[in-house]
């Protein structure tokens, strides 16, 4: 039993940044790889990024690439999103996802946020 929640959405001009927060509860939060996926509206969500529970493997969405990293501070039960360079493209509403496996850019996770509205205007 895991409860997820973001922080940091908000808007932005495109270039601009942002860096989002997920705050885990309920369970020890080091057993559990991470990821973000964002859904836009009329759109399907789709993986942004993911990071195993030791932050050594991580894997991003070819369309982020470059401009985004994800890292996690496992002592603040905390996973962030530093979103930089952003685009129009980039709206969404933002979705923190944990399980106990790495499931990289897999939907499956156990465990979902309330997701954190990010808006990129042109």
């Known amino acids: 039993q895991v409860q997820l929640v973001e922080y940091g959405g908000g808007l932005v001009q495109a270039g601009g940044s942002l860096r989002l927060s997920c705050t885990a509860s309920?369970?020890?939060?080091?057993?559990?790889?991470m990821g973000w996926f964002r859904q836009a509206p009329g759109k399907e969500r789709e993986f942004v990024a993911a990071i195993s529970w030791s932050g050594g493997s991580t894997d991003y969405a070819n369309s982020v690439k470059g401009r985004f990293t994800i890292s996690r501070d496992n002592a603040k039960n905390t996973v962030f999103l530093r979103m930089n360079s952003l685009k129009p493209e980039d709206t969404a509403v933002y979705y923190c996802?944990?399980?106990?496996?790495?499931?990289?850019?897999?939907?499956?996770?156990?465990?979902w946020g309330q997701g954190t509205q990010v808006t990129v205007s042109s």
């Open positions: 309920g369970r020890t939060f080091s057993s559990y790889a």
């Open positions: 996802a944990a399980d106990t496996i790495y499931r990289g850019r897999s939907d499956g996770y156990a465990y």
